[in-house]
């Protein structure tokens, strides 16, 4: 007996695939926390490390309030504000955005950060505003760093929305919960391959996003860059060059 | 024309840059400021478009206080040009020499307009217009720079060592660049370099600089050489050395300028 096939066989199994609590409807839940989380998170970190970034005021604070975020355990949070606000989608959506916060307020401080600080002295000196120096030279010079905090906050939530189902919210987790519960490891094996299939088409998304965003003024200097220099060691005649002999 | 009156700046670890600074760059010349490194050069000349700001004293542009401007007006108003050319890297060579008109509310089409023909003014072919800077020379992105500090026509162009990062070959083209550019507009120019030669080109003012944006002397090259202030200012232009100490031999019945070992540099024209 092969436990992945019989996974896969769960998965297009129509009766498990449609109808209200179906597949779909789990995979449509676990999205929604995926998308929601990160769209919240996003409303309250990327102003938040872009003006850090800008100002290079509160990083400190900053580096340490995310590092402590990234610490607490996501379920425990879950349980927390289950207990707190009572169960449904609210909790799990709230413990999943205080996830992805620390990823997305890095991505957005790095990116402004890792801007040549020359190019946005020239930027100031040549007259832009401080909000025409963060929206017209930081912003888009940061994009790409900025999208792989966004990257990474979006895989840490579709991989942890699976515990949703603690509080009833729902999502994939429902599936594996049940099937540990009647040791039905088809259903176990099943949900928890459609994670992974998710996370790796958003990780695949996302990477094609990032090099999309990165300016193609960037990619041309890089470019030119891998160009004038050779791509492997020449052939020379005689013996190598060995060092420390 | 820029005055400098009893202009301090402290910066905030209590180093003074520049120390109670009196000094009139006059309008429509060239002004060089040289000094070596912790001369204060480069903070005198930021405190001219208030990227760095006074301490104390007082800075006038025709007449008119500075700090009763709007910082990001007055750099609109002033042509800046870095030593790494500060381009936008993310920005077509066209849309970096645009920049500032278009901040100014230059419709888009007629500042590239414009910034096409300052390509030429600078010598740089049209076709590079679409390029990005990471695609050009070093040469070629200081050029873009010149142009992008002259697009808003501004009276005062500053120049923070411009030609610092580039060969000597290519430095010295866009020295006579400069020139030529400085003959055609009269621009107020005012050019920071650790470059005596350099000052000496370009200056018809020279201001040569000791620690603390202190005035070892100021004049016009001429007058420098000819009769330097201090020992400081002796030794900095190099006056008893190489081809500043030069004499006269005569050789064949004429007279060969030779410099200091002896070797010939030219023939002195009756």
């Known amino acids: 007996m092969n436990l992945f096939l019989d996974g896969i066989a769960w998965i297009f199994d129509p009766a498990h695939l449609n109808g209200p609590g179906g ?41 340490l309030t995310s590092g402590g975020l990234r610490a607490l355990p996501s379920l425990g949070l879950l349980i ?19 996830l992805a916060i620390p990823s997305l307020l890095s991505g957005a401080y790095a990116g402004v950060e890792a801007v040549d600080r020359r190019t946005v002295d020239a930027a100031r000196a040549q007259g832009m505003t401080e909000w025409q120096v963060l929206t017209k030279v930081e912003l888009p010079l940061g994009l790409p760093l900025l999208i792989g905090g966004i990257r990474s906050g979006v895989l840490q939530v579709v991989a942890t929305a699976t515990l949703a189902y603690f509080a009833s919210g729902g999502a994939l987790g429902v599936f594996i919960n049940d099937g540990l519960k009647t040791r039905d490891y088809a259903e176990l094996i099943g949900a928890s391959i459609i994670v992974t299939v998710l996370a790796l088409l958003l990780e695949g998304i996302f990477a094609l996003l990032q090099r999309l965003f ?32 | 024309m820029i005055e400098f009156r009893t202009v301090t700046k402290q910066f ?53 206080d500075i700090y009763s401007l709007n910082p990001v007006k007055l750099r609109r108003s002033i042509g800046y040009v870095m030593q790494n050319s500060g381009l936008l890297p993310h920005r077509k060579v066209v849309d970096n020499v645009a920049t500032v008109p278009m901040l100014n509310g230059v419709k888009k089409a007629d500042a590239r307009e414009a910034a096409l023909t300052l390509l030429d003014t600078v ?89 603390g944006g202190r005035i070892a002397q100021a004049g016009t090259p001429a007058d420098i050489l000819s009769k330097p202030a201090s020992d400081f200012v002796a030794t900095f232009i190099g006056a008893d050395r190489g081809r500043r100490a030069l004499r006269v031999e005569v050789v064949n019945g004429r007279s060969v300028v030779v410099d200091e070992d002896g070797r010939p540099t030219g023939v002195l024209q009756s």
């Open chain 1, 80 to 98: 927390i504000f289950a207990l707190a606000i009572g169960i449904g989608f609210k909790a799990p959506l709230l413990a999943f955005v205080i």
């Open chain 2, 123 to 211: 010598g740089l072919d049209r076709q590079l217009a679409e390029r990005y800077p990471s695609q050009l020379s070093g040469g070629q992105q200081q050029r873009v720079g010149v142009a992008r500090g002259l697009a808003a026509d501004p009276n005062i162009l500053l120049m923070d060592e411009p030609f610092g990062a580039v060969d000597p070959i290519v430095r010295a083209e866009l020295q006579q660049e400069l020139v030529r550019i400085q003959r055609e507009l009269g621009k107020t120019i005012v050019f920071v370099t650790h470059d005596i030669d350099e000052a000496f080109l370009l200056g018809d003012q020279v201001v040569l600089l000791e620690k």
């Open chain 1, 23 to 63: 597949i779909w409807v789990r995979i449509g839940e676990q999205l929604s926390y995926t998308f929601g989380a990160v769209a919240l998170a996003a409303i309250i970190a990327i102003p938040l490390g872009l003006w850090i970034g800008h100002t290079g005021r509160g990083r400190d604070v900053a580096v």
């Open chain 1, 214 to 245: 990165v300016p193609r003024g960037v990619t041309a200097g890089r470019i030119s860059d891998v160009r004038s220099r050779p791509l492997r060691p020449r052939a020379v005649v005689g013996s190598p060059i060995q060092e420390g002999k």
């Open chain 2, 12 to 64: 905030p670890d209590g180093t003074v840059a520049v120390d109670a600074l009196d000094l009139v760059i006059p309008a429509r010349q060239t002004t060089v400021l040289v000094g070596s490194s912790g001369s204060g050069k480069t903070t005198i000349l930021r405190m001219i478009n208030r990227m760095v700001d006074k301490t104390s004293g007082d800075i006038e542009i025709d007449g008119e």
